[in-house]
């Protein structure tokens, strides 16, 4: 079997794309650092305990395990977090990143998928957003996952080194079975909290801006099921064994949903309400942000399968029954 090495394969979406490779075929070698991944997830291979910016670590670990390619997840994910401390996401992002790929080149790996982000388009200048649009990010979250998509795209031209950038939209929902899902502490994502709210584990949701020029006054997100992901990510694998070429893609499903109408959604399959409070905007946030996935489709025959009602009724189940932290 084909040893692929996923950096950072004990988180949220790093996880559902080792069960994904591992139903595919290849053995998904987990290195994570487990800072805010969980060893319990880690399923369907063997886990190295380490960290991206340790070189000698991962020169070992490759070494080791002679992976064909490498899928990149391992990084510092919350937009808020990143206004307050922005140089520890440039240390683990960017310089994390540059020492993975300092590995992967000195080990004879040319190609990568990266995990980027729809955050590097900024407040975008027109809906739905296509891979042309102009990346302006507003936070410096975005702008670290900016600065490697950059770096890559020198890799490639210059090196031949082959990546698949793939740039997630609003991840969301979980494995149907219940064996994996979101858990992040402390939790900062809309739907884990709306759905902790509805099972009385906290006390309201506050809906962060209510006087964006949307259509009831909160924020648009494409959220997109992490199954739909982490797919993308083994067609993203299976294109570049294949030779085929480098192309950054969009991962959303094309809809967008407000903050208030993902609360109605959950309040509906939950059969529970839940109490709202009415909050200023938090900084970095981006007022709209929705996918145009025509590209993905196109270079790796991906389209999402998934809906909001799947992606909530999922996260629903994880969270009520098999997350009970
Ligand atoms: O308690 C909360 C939490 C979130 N929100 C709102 O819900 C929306 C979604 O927020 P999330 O924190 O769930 O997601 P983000 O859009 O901020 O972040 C996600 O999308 C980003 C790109 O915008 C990055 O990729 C990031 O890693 C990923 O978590 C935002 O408008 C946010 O203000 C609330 O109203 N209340």
């Known amino acids: 079997m084909a040893n692929i090495l996923v ?141 490697v998509e950059q770096i890559l795209k020198d890799l490639d031209l210059y090196q031949g080194f082959r990546s698949l950038i793939l740039r997630y939209f609003n991840a969301a929902g979980a494995d149907p079975e219940g064996r994996i899902g979101e858990w992040h502490s402390p939790e900062t994502h809309a739907l884990p909290i709306a759905i902790e709210t509805a099972l009385g584990r906290r006390p309201h949701f506050e809906i962060l801006g209510t006087d964006y020029e949307t259509r009831d006054g909160s924020c648009v997100r494409d959220f997109v099921h992490v199954l739909d992901l982490a797919d993308a990510h083994v067609r993203a694998i299976e294109h570049l064994l294949n030779n085929g070429t480098s192309h950054a893609l969009n991962l959303g499903t094309g809809h967008g949903t407000t903050v208030k109408e993902l609360l109605e959604t959950v309040q509906h399959i939950a059969g529970k309400s839940i109490s709202v409070k009415y909050g200023p905007r938090r900084e970095g946030d981006s007022p709209i942000l929705v996918a145009d996935n025509a590209l993905a489709k196109q270079t790796i025959g991906w389209s999402p399968r998934h809906d909001l009602r799947s992606i909530v009724s999922t996260a629903w189940n994880w969270h009520s029954n098999c997350l009970t932290i």
């Open 7 to 147: 950096a950072g394969g004990a988180g949220y979406i790093g996880a559902h794309t080792c069960l994904d490779l591992f139903t595919k075929g290849f053995t998904p070698i987990v290195y994570d650092n487990l800072s805010n991944g969980h060893a319990e997830f880690v399923k369907w291979g063997p886990l190295e305990i380490g960290d991206i910016r340790d070189r000698g670590k991962l020169d070992d670990v490759l070494r080791k395990h002679k992976p064909l390619a490498i899928v990149h997840f391992a990084a510092a994910i919350e937009v808020g977090q990143s206004v307050l401390d922005p140089g520890s996401y440039y240390e683990n992002n960017v310089v994390g990143t540059i020492t993975l790929l300092r590995a992967a080149q000195a080990a004879g790996i040319d190609k990568i998928v990266f995990s980027s982000t729809c955050a590097t388009y900024g407040i975008p200048s027109s809906i739905p957003i296509n891979e042309a649009h102009p990346q302006a990010p507003i936070n410096p979250y975005g702008r670290s996952k900016l600065i």
